[in-house]
């Protein structure tokens, strides 16, 4: 099964490490992206340009409305993911809790809804065990 491992931080937290400690963290995620591949647990992952080069679009009564930044103003932004195929949630939050993002951030944890004609058996295998709640 398919999650994406989202990652939050703080953005201006990178300029503040020294040239080593920059280093140190490229190297960490290196490491990580390696041994998620050696796991067979890689699928993909990029690291997000600033927030301030977003682009927000939404649609209120029937128009186009198009917002320079992000869609939230907070301390935390999405800096960057990783999506990994493994056989559980149990799997992915070890994955998560092993990458570099979760000591200087927060790293959630969501899995894929494959859109296909599997996208029932998906959901069922998501909320396995969890007791789903209706307004």
């Not at 999506?83 to 949630?89: A, M, N, S």
């Not at 998560?96 to 944890?109: N, T």
């Not at 998906?122 to 709640?133: A, P, R, Y």
Request: hydrophobic residues 40%; negative net charge; aromatic residues 8%.
């Amino acid at each position: 099964m398919q999650y994406m491992l989202t990652l939050y931080s703080e953005e201006g937290g990178w300029n503040r490490l020294t040239e080593a400690q920059q280093q140190q963290a490229v190297a960490s995620y290196m490491a990580y992206t390696e041994a998620l591949k050696n796991a067979g647990a890689y699928v993909a992952s990029n690291r997000l340009q600033l927030s301030s080069t977003a682009t927000t679009v939404r649609i209120t009564d029937g128009k186009s409305q198009v917002l320079d930044g992000p869609y939230s103003d907070s301390k935390e932004q999405i800096g960057g993911y990783f999506l990994i195929d493994v056989p559980d949630l149990d799997a992915a939050l070890t994955w998560a809790a092993r990458c570099p993002g979760a000591a200087h951030g927060i790293v959630e944890v969501r899995a894929i809804w494959s859109m296909g004609a599997s996208s029932q058996a998906s959901v069922n295998q998501s909320t396995k065990g969890q007791q789903l709640t209706t307004a």
